[in-house]
């Protein structure tokens, strides 16, 4: 039963912008922090951003200040704008709900990943 799907990667040149979506099941958003992860090539899975239930936001240093998380819960859906885009952001992005609690806790809810490439 697929309870994550995410959308909206792609390729862009450096510089540009992306946004990611991930729609859940309503019993997963709801009971849940929501996070993006991201996997490059032959590298281990790395947090990116969370998000708690209340809208309290964290993120990984390498995109502070470019990437911004986001939650919508009416729509059951979690965001993240990626501006300012550079060629390592390249990955597949994955997003994950989980438990933030000073730290963010994934639980064993992942969706398929959406593919983000940065090149010219």
């Known amino acids: 039963q697929v309870q994550l799907v995410e959308s909206g990667g792609g390729l862009v040149q450096p510089g540009g912008s992306l946004r990611l979506s991930c729609a859940a099941s309503r019993s997963i958003f709801s009971n849940n922090a929501m996070a993006w992860y991201r996997q490059a090539p032959g590298k281990q899975r790395d947090l990116v951003a969370a998000i708690t239930r209340g809208g309290n936001t964290n993120y990984a240093d390498s995109v502070k200040g470019r990437f911004a998380i986001s939650r919508d819960n009416a729509e059951n859906t979690v965001y993240l704008q990626m501006n300012s885009l550079k060629p390592e952001d390249t990955a597949v992005y994955y997003c994950?709900?989980?438990?933030?609690?000073?730290?963010?806790?994934?639980?064993?809810?992942w969706g398929q990943g959406t593919q983000v490439t940065v090149s010219s």
């Open positions: 994950n709900a989980g438990l933030y609690s000073g730290h963010y806790y994934p639980h064993d809810y």
